[in-house]
């Protein structure tokens, strides 16, 4: 099922375990497969072990069972190869606030073992690239939330790393700096075909970037698939009406109530999920009008990668936060 | 691709070196709170110089040995706190992902706290001569004397290094300073160890290596070239670096779980 190209460029993991002393399993047997130069989108709430897969793939967390290769080798045998066809930029820019962008570049090249000339010229490339060419001499302590996250995504690929992985890259970002991280990344894996492993909490991130999408929930992936598909699956749109006249409320509750089961809506509003989907819609004005029902505002919401969480686990993903085990928030940090 | 080991450690020694040199607040405590103690205690005890069996007939440079080891403990926090926070930041975890021996990483640390040594002993050594302070030893012992200080310096500042990957918090590091104070306040600092004549205080002094390091300073500013005392003073200096190296690179293992 795998391909050669996959296994040398993506991510395979099999029934990948991680547990913590007197915790929870934060990672549960997950099993997944990348391909090279595609954008995997790993959804989930706080907590739900989004952070420790990424630490366990990138060598920094030792899984207590299963087996994942990246890039074509195992992360427990073989780390340093691991480590050398990857770039990682983990949740919170992980930065010197003393020292410049350009000190920054010139000591991850460096230590990534590039030559002199090619240290310089790459760092001032990356630089260009993510747009700091003109901040490359301030400390990095003077940067703003968008900047450091843009430096972190530059200091990821001194290496010209094959794999790519981003731990809630855009988090606290304002949309501007989240908009041009997603277009670099975008270009990326189409054009230098980086694999791209993303976490995220944003619907709309993992929606706008992700080829496909793996969300994740207490430890366990709950769905997998392209956005498209996973919308698909639950896959029924909802019309939201609102009369123009309050007294017709209950009215025009009784005739959406024919075209499927009611969902959630603004006060004023009746909101149905249509059985019979998008379709139905012309459907559902004329059954309003022969009722002689005057209609407010109507509105066809598509069904969002939300109600796809929703209906796999019965909640939605705004407020599912749970407390993140402390060893993993701790990353490699923490004592074995 | 990988970087040679000297490569990594010249990095990190220049990352550190600069951290160092953009911290104010690391560099001037470290050079003013001895200098300070330095002054009270000659204008305080100038007077234990008449005591039979002292051996100098000035007490700044009885004294002057001391601001060189509460300089050095002071490397103990700011390599140990630049440690640790770098473990609490991430940081780490970015250098994990690289190539980096741990090797390079401890010795690239304490460049910060050579750095720092050195800066420190000049500044001492200077401001003791100017205010009156004798070098018996000469210019050549200047030097000595800067090279024990920062062995010395650099020392402590594994231990600094051992502390922060142990406990991994800049504040457990900082909890460590006045541990190491009465380290110095219960060792020859004010008396020589034959004028301590409190039994237990005599005891104590007379096992803590502290006094040991004084007394191969002071043998440079008071006596000239006493080479036992001198080959004591670095052999405790070397002690303490390979032991803190070791309980160190042990803790990195630890701390960094990567594969």
């Known amino acids: ?336 | 691709m990988s970087a040679g080991l000297g490569s990594q450690v010249g990095q990190l020694a220049r990352r550190s070196t600069l951290r160092t040199l953009r911290q104010p607040a690391q560099i001037v405590p470290a050079l003013v709170f001895p200098l300070f103690l330095l002054a009270v205690n000659t204008g305080g005890l100038k007077d234990a110089t008449s005591l039979p069996g002292f051996p100098t007939d000035s007490y700044l440079t009885f004294v002057l040995a001391v601001p060189f080891i509460q300089g050095a403990l002071f490397s103990v926090m700011n390599s140990g706190t630049d440690l640790a926070r770098d473990i609490e930041t991430g940081f780490l975890n970015r250098l994990a992902l690289t190539p980096l021996r741990g090797a390079a990483l401890l010795s690239g640390l304490l460049a910060g706290a050579f750095i720092l040594g050195v800066v420190q002993a000049v500044v001492y050594l200077s401001v003791g001569l100017i205010a009156g302070a004798e070098l018996a030893a000469g210019p050549a012992g200047a030097l000595v004397l800067v090279l024990l200080s920062v062995s010395i310096t650099v020392a402590f500042g594994t231990i600094g290094l051992f502390a922060a990957l142990r406990f991994g918090s800049g504040e457990a590091v900082q909890g460590l300073f006045p541990v190491f104070f009465v380290f110095l306040f219960l060792s020859a600092m004010t008396l020589p160890l034959e004028l301590l004549t409190t039994d237990w205080f005599h005891a104590i002094a007379s096992v803590n290596p502290v006094t040991y390091l004084l007394e191969a300073i002071r043998s440079l500013l008071i006596e000239g070239w006493n080479l036992g005392d001198l080959a004591l003073g670095f052999g405790i200096a070397l002690a303490i670096g390979v032991l803190g190296m070791a309980a160190a690179s042990s803790a990195l293992k630890t701390r960094l779980v990567r594969t």
């Open chain 1, 1 to 336: 099922m795998t391909t050669a190209t996959q296994r040398s460029g993506g991510i395979e993991v099999e029934s990948l375990v991680r547990e913590f002393k007197n915790g929870p399993r934060a990672v549960d047997g997950i099993d997944l497969e990348v391909a090279q130069g595609e954008i995997y989108g790993f959804l989930g709430p706080n907590g739900a072990g989004k952070s420790t897969t990424v630490l366990m793939l990138t060598t920094l967390l030792p899984p207590t069972a299963g087996t994942a290769r990246v890039g074509g080798f195992d992360v427990v045998e073989q780390g340093p190869q691991v480590r050398a066809s990857i770039g990682a930029a983990l949740q919170e820019a992980a930065l010197d606030p003393l020292l410049t962008g350009r000190e920054h570049m010139r000591l991850q090249t460096a230590l990534h073992g590039l030559g002199k000339s090619e240290r310089e010229s790459r760092g001032n490339e990356l630089l260009e690239r993510v747009g700091l060419a003109h901040a490359a001499e301030r400390k990095v302590g003077e940067y703003s939330g968008g900047m450091k996250r843009r430096l972190d995504l530059a200091l990821a690929l001194a290496h010209r790393p094959r794999i790519l992985f981003l731990d809630e890259p855009t988090t606290g970002l304002d949309i501007q700096s989240r908009t041009a991280l997603w277009e670099e990344v975008s270009r990326l894996a189409a054009e230098d075909a980086v694999t791209v492993f993303l976490t995220t909490q944003y619907l709309e991130e993992a929606d706008a970037l992700a080829n496909r999408v793996g969300i994740i929930d207490h430890g366990h992936i709950v769905a997998e698939g392209s956005p498209a598909e996973l919308k698909a699956e639950i896959g029924r749109p909802t019309v939201e009406a609102m009369p123009r006249n309050e007294a017709d409320r209950e009215r025009m509750t009784a005739v959406l109530g024919r075209f499927g089961e009611g969902a959630g809506s603004s006060p004023r509003g009746v909101a149905v999920r249509l059985d019979g989907g998008e379709s139905q819609l012309a459907e559902v004005v004329r059954a309003l009008d022969s009722e002689g029902i005057a209609i407010e505002h109507l509105q066809l919401h598509a069904p969002s990668l939300d109600d796809v969480f929703l209906a796999k686990t019965g909640r939605s993903l705004e407020g599912a936060e749970e407390g993140e085990p402390v060893e993993a928030a701790d990353a490699a940090v923490a004592p074995a």
